[in-house]
């Protein structure tokens, strides 16, 4: 009876200890992913996800530049919105004020919605043709989690032929 609870201690020990070097392993590893991406915004990351080494190198100054001009306006952005949740939020719940602040939400969204379309244009516009195809097709292949797995963004053009969210023949209008 004795070696049994022994055995049993054992084996929750060990359970116990492999469950825990998962969850340290996984959280190293999304620190060191982060790490290695951290230095591109997050609108840009995507552009720059499939590019070599080299392109990845020569476009980061530019992309970090362009980042700083765009911190403030995602930070007046995250006000805005936290306003807007303060106010909500709020009982009773003032009317004219959550509409007055949802009107700063939208235009510190067009701000940096039309800053961030002419930064992207810019970085495009210095891409290889092969370059932008990829990032076209990084577009193609995210899926749209609301529309039941539809793809989202621009259509990259002719492709290989039908495809997920590609219907294969032209619909009529």
Known sequence: MRLTQNNGLLWIVVVSLSINLFFIGTLASRYVDSQDSSAAPVNMRWVMRDMEPQARELLLPQINTQ????????????????????????????????????????????????????????????????????????????????????????DPGPGPGPGPGRPSSPEPR
């Open 67 to 154: 980042n700083e001009e765009l911190r403030p306006l995602r930070m007046q952005m995250f006000r805005a919105q936290r306003e807007v949740n303060l106010l909500l939020a709020a009982d009773p719940v003032d009317q004219p004020a959550v509409l007055e602040a949802f009107g700063r939400l939208r235009e510190a969204n067009m701000l940096y919605q039309e800053l961030s379309h002419q930064q992207l244009t810019s970085i495009f516009a210095q891409l290889t043709p092969e370059q932008r195809q990829r990032a076209f097709r990084f577009m193609s292949e995210r899926r749209n989690p609301y529309d039941g797995g539809g793809r989202s963004g621009p």
